[in-house]
């Protein structure tokens, strides 16, 4: 029986990935520690002593939380298309998952080929159908973060009006621009899913209009439109997973809001108001949106150490806080690789075949 297409193209799109990786580490532990370099050593140290470890469990626990939620989130939309996944499974996978977004060149993106093949391995279970569910958990992530983002980015103009609209003009005017541009794109979507439209579905019938792709884009076609399907029956159909899911993620925007109250109240009695979190949980995620480096490092950096000082935290204090991030996002890729390393392992030594889609051999 020859391996099926979507489980070559997966494994060898994931190869390569880990192999562009292995170039960025380096580059990204360089680039870290330049910025604690111009920050000053010694500086950036005394904050982090000034913080205390608890600081640092307390973020912890918040990045265990967003991990925790965006899993149930997941079990939940599992339900409806009856996947009988264990939740240690999905929150394994959701871990990989999360840990190949830190790594890739978006946090919002790019681990979610490893999810889909994690739990379609464990559970035995065709790769279109756990692909389906994980496109619906990031349509509604999508949302929610486009809600949440357009609140954030309304409190955060209104309380710093003076700046972002007098000498801070131009940052101002992008936030502004750039909330009201994912609010349209949220309602777009909205709408595509209510009227069960198949936006990808159409996007594949284009690329088989290319000649050499005709054939393959006809069988792609066919997958992708089942789990559009899969997709649109769920949100349309089985509303109280939908909700569910969609207010476990809501949740995973607050807990990453809450990061630098835990990190400052717990260590240096720093109160933040929502006005200074609104401003950071914005320009963090319009960096992140498009990073370079794994985590953004460097330019996530250098926009937040100028966030910071507009907020009146100092430069020793904004670098600890973000090595504290940096701890916890290098422990979510560890626990991640280690967990792919295992089911990977566990595999290879097994007879066990990779799940076949709908189909038969040639799905892919």
Known sequence: MRATGAHVTLEGSIMRRMLSLAILLPVTAVILAAMVYVVGVERTLAAVRAAGPLAFVGVGAL?????????????????????????RTV???????????????????????????????????????????????????????????????????????????????????????????LLVLCGVLWRALALRHRPLAALVGLLGRVRPLRRRMARLRERTRQMEEQVSRVFCEEGGASWSAFGALVLTHVAILLKPVAFFCIGTQLHLGLGPLSL?????????????????????????????????????????????????????????????ARVGARLLGSKEKPPVPAGGCSGG
């Open 63 to 87: 990045t265990a939380a967003h991990v925790l939620l965006q899993a149930a989130a997941w079990m939940a939309l599992n339900q409806p298309i009856k996947h009988r996944v264990r939740f």
């Open 280 to 340: 950071i949980f914005v320009v963090a995620q319009a960096l992140l949106a498009f990073q370079f480096t794994p985590a953004g490092a460097g330019t996530l950096d250098g926009g937040l150490l100028g966030t910071f000082a507009l907020v009146g935290l100092g430069q020793g204090q904004a670098m600890a806080y973000l090595l504290c991030l940096r701890l916890w996002d290098a422990t979510v890729v560890g626990v991640g690789a280690f967990l792919a």
């Open 91 to 181: 929150l394994a996978a959701t871990t990989v998952g999360l840990a190949g977004n830190i790594l890739t060149p978006s946090t919002f993106l790019g681990g979610e080929p490893l999810k889909v093949l994690y739990v379609g391995r464990r559970g035995h279970l065709p790769y279109h159908e756990v692909a389906g569910s994980v496109l619906l958990s990031k349509y509604l992530e999508a949302i929610s973060f486009i809600l949440f983002f357009g609140f954030c980015t309304a409190v955060a103009a209104v309380y710093y009006r003076d700046l972002l609209f007098g000498p801070y003009l131009a940052g101002g005017i992008t936030l502004v621009v750039l909330a009201g541009t």
